[in-house]
Nanobody, 122 residues
Framework: VQLVESGGGLVQTGGSLRLSCAAS????????MGWFRQAPGKEREFVAT????????DYADSVRGRFVVTRDNAMKSVFLQMSALKPEDTAVYYC????????????????WGQGTQVTVSS
């Protein structure tokens, strides 16, 4: 499985961005998908995850109510709609996939994209 993120960029505080992650391979519809982020000098942290059917999602407390994760299995894609962005949301955002059940732990994900930079100016 290969993952390619897109949609990052520079946005002002309070603005919105929509990240996309396109997957290759035939197993996408069975994969748990997640979004993580890593700011300079900080560890990679969980942002959001969505189950393989898209029926259930979970979010980090820091983004809950502002970010929404969705997926389209026919398009082999997962999306992260980010709203009310804050400077502390500035990071490289990574799409990840795992075989298995729900998880918020980065080390339990099997596949990773290359990341896309999101910068929120104050």
């Amino acid at each position: 499985v290969q993952l390619v993120e897109s949609g990052g960029g520079l946005v002002q505080t309070g603005g919105s961005l929509r990240l996309s992650c396109a997957a290759s391979g035939d197993t996408f519809s069975s994969l748990q998908m997640g979004w993580f982020r890593q700011a300079p000098g900080k560890e990679r942290e969980f942002v959001a995850t969505i189950t393989w059917r898209g029926w259930s999602a979970d979010y980090a407390d820091s983004v809950r109510g502002r970010f929404v994760v969705t997926r389209d299995n026919a398009m082999k894609s997962v999306f992260l709609q980010m709203s009310a962005l804050k400077p502390e949301d500035t990071a490289v955002y990574y799409c990840a996939a795992r075989n298995g059940a729900y998880s918020t732990a980065a080390d339990e994900y099997d596949y990773w994209g290359q990341g896309t930079q999101v910068t929120v100016s104050s």
